[in-house]
């Protein structure tokens, strides 16, 4: 509609609003039950070889992805297991060093993937996340100090 008095157009707001809602991705309903899609608080009271075989099933799911040069899925897999790892409060020693080898290890393999998906600074904080798990003067480093 043109308004004569200002010299401008003025538009009529419609009352109808439409949206496009695109699924990204489906989840099967007794999948939401699983670990990586629990609450903390849910996770917390389980025991932590649970919480440790979840984020193994994650990582190994990453690496396929990673096989397949799906980058940006394996780094969404990487980074959910780091995170159930990380937020997981663990008590015993032993447990502490598993936790600190495969978080390592996830660390390791984001750092990749940035690398892959051109993300140098990404790539560079999953290296610095993966020299906290480590010791610096272990040799088994030499593959943060390449990324």
Avoid: H
Avoid at 24 to 46: G, K
Avoid at 106 to 121: E, M
């Amino acid at each position: 509609m043109f308004d004569l008095f200002s010299n401008c157009l003025i538009f009529l707001i419609a009352t109808n609003i439409f949206c496009i809602v695109e699924v990204l991705d489906t989840v099967e309903e007794e999948i939401l039950n699983s670990v990586p899609f629990m609450s903390q608080e849910q996770r917390a009271a389980l025991s932590f070889m649970d919480v440790y075989n979840a984020s193994k099933q994650l990582r190994t799911e990453g690496n396929g992805l990673y096989r397949d040069k799906g980058y940006w899925k394996a780094i969404k897999k990487y980074r959910k297991a780091a995170n159930i790892l990380e937020e997981y409060p663990v008590i015993c020693n032993e447990d502490e060093n598993d936790r600190q080898k495969l978080l390592y290890t996830l660390y390791i393999n984001l750092a990749q993937c940035y690398i892959k998906v051109n993300r140098p600074q990404q790539a560079c904080v999953a290296c610095q996340l993966g020299f906290r798990c480590k010791d610096r003067q272990d040799a088994s480093c030499s593959k943060l100090f390449y990324r």
